[in-house]
């Protein structure tokens, strides 16, 4: 258990649906962070945010929609998704935003798009 | 650019087996290194870290030394354990960012 919660955990969805995936951290962090995890591809960062600022955005399509209410969460809104968007798609957080804070990572949602 | 290359898998050991799994970088300047692992089911863990040449990360029996004039991190252990079954993650800064390897999957077999 990191203190970074995600869910759901797994979700189907097919290209015209619209869904978010939600993220919590329960450890007073100020940066939060979204990655894609692919099948033998590196991690990909897609959004950071700091002080709920977004201050990344690594080219992302705009089918991929970050939102950061406050600190503490952070939420990915997803509309007409394509079947190469399905992979595991990981929430982090750290103390401040830089390589030298250490991230930790909730577990995960696992998005299928039929 | 700046690049981080690691053994591809999946490496399969028997327990009490001794691992490496090497990672080699790209970089200009002086990046920090880390290894990340990934229990099934679960986000990336950091597993240890260096910061300069010659620093060596360790944690929970494993180990990796910055070496500069190789530009490598490879992490060993001396003794694994079916625990130990995880996709390790060799990673270094690039300014604010960490830019990640593919990821190496290790199977231990009791």
């Known amino acids: 258990e990191t203190g970074v919660t995600q869910t759901p955990r797994h979700l189907v969805m097919g290209m015209t649906n619209k869904k978010s995936l939600k993220c919590e951290q329960h450890?007073?962090?100020?940066?939060m962070y979204w990655y894609k995890q692919s099948a033998k591809k590196p991690l990909e960062l897609m959004f950071v945010?700091?002080?709920?600022?977004?201050?990344e955005n690594n080219s992302v399509p705009s089918r991929f929609s970050p939102e950061c209410p406050n600190s503490s969460h952070l939420f990915l809104h997803l509309h007409t998704l394509q079947p190469e968007d399905s992979a595991l798609y990981l929430c982090a957080s750290s103390q401040g935003q830089g390589a030298s804070y250490e991230q930790y990572f909730g577990p995960g949602t696992r998005l299928t798009v039929t | 650019g700046n690049s981080v290359t690691q053994m591809e898998g999946p490496v399969t050991l028997s327990e009490e087996a001794f691992l490496t799994i090497n990672c080699t970088y790209t970089a200009t300047g002086y990046p920090s290194l880390f290894w990340y692992v990934q229990y099934p089911g679960e986000g990336l863990q950091l597993l240890l870290k260096?910061?300069?040449?010659?620093d060596k990360g360790s944690n929970k029996g494993f180990e990796a030394t910055y070496r500069k004039e190789t530009t490598s991190f490879h992490l060993e252990k001396g003794s694994v354990q079916v625990s130990d079954s995880a996709v390790y993650f060799c990673?270094?800064?690039?300014?604010?960012?960490?830019?990640f390897g593919k990821g190496t999957r290790l199977h231990i077999l009791p």
């Open positions: 990673a270094l800064s690039r300014g604010d960012k960490i830019i």
């Open positions: 260096a910061t300069k040449a010659d």
């Open positions: 945010y700091s002080l709920e600022e977004r201050v």
């Open positions: 450890l007073g962090h100020n940066a």
